[in-house]
């Protein structure tokens, strides 16, 4: 199971705390060219370790905006890592307005070079909430890019914006369901650490948006998905039957996988059956182990029930033992799973569990 981290993107999203760069415009070729040179490397001294994590075997190219990278670059790296393959998913992150500038034939040749799902950043289909957010594309763009894609698509929304009404979210969710994707993910919108977004509260620029709005948001999400058919499989996850994200739902199930990129982490099992966490510096080349950590039993324990509720598997009731399960919904095979109706509020049942 692999994860890379491509650290480019074109413009920085309002919200985002992803660790990116925007290229110089005057070398931006060299820049992709020492990335993928150091990426290569990485992969070569990191072999072994790669080996042993092909349990799922997914690939998962994310960032930053890896659809920024040239073809040449993205090819290098595929061939650099097909001896692990094949991949069951192969997954990359792209962004409509490179769809739409690249064209049919860029989704040909990243379809040749193992793509196998394209999970897209359309956020919203109503042009005033994009310019909030900052995003590159419009309500256009992004029509046109999902309509050049094939294979499995992921579509990802953001709810929970200051001053996006219910009437806006409802016309980008009726919309977007008459695409048909493969896959839905839609988050709420969240203030981290870094973001542009924390300045503009910090200046009083914008305020959150209410919870009470927020509830609305997710409430109807979990209704119209329902409705359209989708399986509402992980608190921000939807998809058809049989089309759930494998990488991803490898992560809640916390399988180990290794993270390459900078920025990136890692989860391994070292040779005395110890789970060990690392994590990678922030540069555009160069970059090397920061840190590492040993997971404890305890920490082990609490990450298992608080990814494990997030999806509709839920988590057994050994890891539950005298604890008040009464929020909670039984399930046949001896797991307990937080009901939907509940799930707005999932991160205050957890930590009480925990």
């Given at each position: 199971?692999?994860?890379?981290?491509v650290?480019?993107?074109?413009s920085?999203?309002?919200?985002?705390?992803?660790?990116?760069?925007?290229?110089?415009?005057?070398?931006?070729?060299?820049?992709?060219?020492?990335?993928?040179?150091?990426?290569?490397?990485?992969?070569?001294?990191?072999?072994?370790?790669?080996s042993?994590?092909?349990?799922?075997?997914?690939?998962?190219?994310?960032?930053?905006?890896?659809?920024?990278?040239?073809?040449?670059?993205?090819?290098?790296i595929?061939?650099?890592?097909?001896c692990?393959?094949?991949?069951?998913?192969?997954?990359?992150?792209?962004?409509?307005?490179?769809?739409?500038?690249?064209?049919?034939?860029?989704?040909?040749?990243?379809?040749?070079?193992?793509?196998?799902?394209?999970?897209?950043?359309v956020?919203?289909?109503?042009?005033?909430?994009?310019?909030?957010?900052?995003?590159?594309h419009?309500?256009?763009?992004?029509?046109?890019?999902?309509?050049?894609?094939?294979?499995?698509?992921?579509?990802?929304?953001?709810?929970?914006?200051?001053?996006?009404?219910?009437?806006?979210?409802?016309?980008?969710v009726?919309?977007?369901?008459?695409?048909?994707?493969?896959?839905?993910?839609?988050?709420?919108?969240?203030?981290?650490?870094?973001?542009?977004?924390?300045?503009?509260i910090?200046?009083?620029?914008?305020?959150?948006?209410?919870?009470?709005?927020?509830?609305?948001?997710?409430?109807?999400?979990?209704?119209?998905?329902?409705?359209?058919?989708?399986?509402?499989?992980?608190?921000?996850?939807?998809?058809?039957?049989?089309?759930?994200?494998?990488?991803?739902?490898?992560?809640?199930?916390?399988?180990?996988?290794?993270?390459?990129?900078?920025?990136?982490?890692?989860?391994?099992?070292?040779?005395?059956?110890?789970?060990?966490?690392s994590?990678?510096?922030?540069?555009?080349?160069?970059?090397?182990?920061?840190?590492?950590?040993?997971?404890?039993?305890?920490e082990?324990?609490e990450?298992?029930?608080?990814?494990?509720?997030?999806?509709?598997?839920g988590?057994?009731?050994?890891?539950?033992?005298?604890?008040?399960?009464?929020?909670?919904?039984?399930?046949?095979?001896?797991?307990?799973?937080?009901?939907e109706?509940?799930?707005?509020?999932?991160?205050?049942?957890i930590?009480?569990?925990?």
């Amino acid at each position: 199971m692999i994860y890379i981290h491509v650290p480019f993107c074109r413009s920085y999203c309002t919200y985002c705390d992803f660790y990116s760069e925007i290229p110089c415009s005057n070398r931006e070729g060299a820049d992709f060219q020492c990335y993928t040179c150091s990426l290569l490397s990485e992969i070569e001294a990191r072999r072994s370790e790669i080996s042993a994590t092909l349990g799922m075997n997914t690939l998962y190219i994310g960032g930053g905006t890896p659809s920024a990278l040239p073809l040449e670059n993205l090819k290098q790296i595929a061939d650099a890592l097909k001896c692990f393959g094949p991949y069951r998913e192969f997954t990359i992150e792209v962004n409509p307005e490179d769809i739409v500038d690249k064209g049919d034939a860029y989704v040909e040749a990243l379809r040749a070079i193992g793509v196998t799902r394209f999970s897209m950043g359309v956020q919203s289909l109503d042009d005033k909430m994009l310019s909030w957010m900052n995003r590159r594309h419009n309500a256009a763009g992004a029509r046109k890019a999902f309509g050049l894609l094939k294979g499995e698509r992921s579509v990802d929304i953001i709810t929970g914006v200051p001053d996006m009404s219910i009437e806006i979210l409802e016309k980008t969710v009726d919309e977007v369901i008459g695409w048909r994707p493969e896959h839905i993910s839609a988050y709420q919108l969240s203030i981290e650490e870094g973001s542009a977004l924390e300045k503009m509260i910090e200046d009083g620029k914008t305020d959150e948006a209410p919870e009470e709005e927020c509830r609305k948001h997710y409430e109807f999400l979990c209704t119209s998905l329902k409705t359209a058919g989708y399986h509402h499989y992980e608190i921000s996850n939807w998809s058809l039957p049989g089309h759930e994200a494998l990488h991803n739902s490898a992560y809640w199930k916390r399988v180990p996988y290794v993270g390459l990129g900078p920025g990136a982490h890692s989860l391994r099992i070292g040779e005395d059956g110890t789970q060990i966490r690392s994590w990678n510096s922030k540069q555009i080349s160069g970059w090397s182990v920061k840190g590492s950590e040993i997971l404890s039993e305890q920490e082990i324990r609490e990450e298992t029930i608080m990814l494990g509720f997030r999806t509709d598997k839920g988590v057994s009731g050994s890891l539950l033992e005298g604890r008040d399960c009464s929020l909670l919904e039984a399930l046949p095979n001896g797991n307990y799973r937080i009901p939907e109706n509940r799930l707005f509020v999932a991160d205050d049942i957890i930590s009480d569990l925990i």
